[in-house]
């Protein structure tokens, strides 16, 4: 809930700009997955004597790490904790083996990339694949056709 309140925080501050807004049951469910799964889902905490400053909520999947979703408070920007809490997070995600650790694309927040760019990644393009049966497929042919 602490980090939920964190990424209400930061939704605040990023506006308009934001592209997708997450509901609460989203968080839950990701928490109840890394309570079944937790060498593949964690929420990390950024604290100051027991407050929380923001957090990232990352995935571990076949050598691939991934900072899935971030947050912190808009206080908390001039100091360092989130900074040294996504290092912390790539140094663990190395010593288990990973390969790749994945800030994820920033969802059109300048600052955000801004931020993840002082890390001296690269960015790689993404080859995406959609799977589709063969009646979804045709469902979706028989709208396309009906809206012309």
Do not use: M
Request: with cysteine; aromatic share 14%; hydrophobic share 40%.
């Amino acid at each position: 809930r602490s980090y939920f309140a964190a990424y209400e925080d930061s939704l605040r501050r990023w506006g308009e700009g934001v592209s997708l807004r997450y509901p609460w049951e989203l968080f839950e469910a990701c928490h109840e997955l890394a309570q079944r799964h937790p060498a593949h889902v964690k929420l990390w905490l950024a604290e100051r004597d027991g407050e929380t400053l923001g957090g990232a909520l990352n995935f571990y999947w076949n050598q691939h790490a991934v900072g899935w979703h971030s947050a912190v408070y808009a206080d908390a920007l001039d100091s360092y904790a989130f900074a040294i809490l996504v290092a912390d997070a790539v140094e663990e995600a190395c010593d288990r083996g990973f390969a790749w650790f994945d800030l994820n694309p920033s969802g059109g927040l300048e600052g955000v990339a801004a931020f993840k760019s002082r890390f001296g990644g690269e960015r790689r393009a993404v080859e995406r694949l959609r799977y589709q049966t063969w009646l979804v497929r045709q469902v979706s042919r028989a709208r396309a056709g009906s809206h012309r």
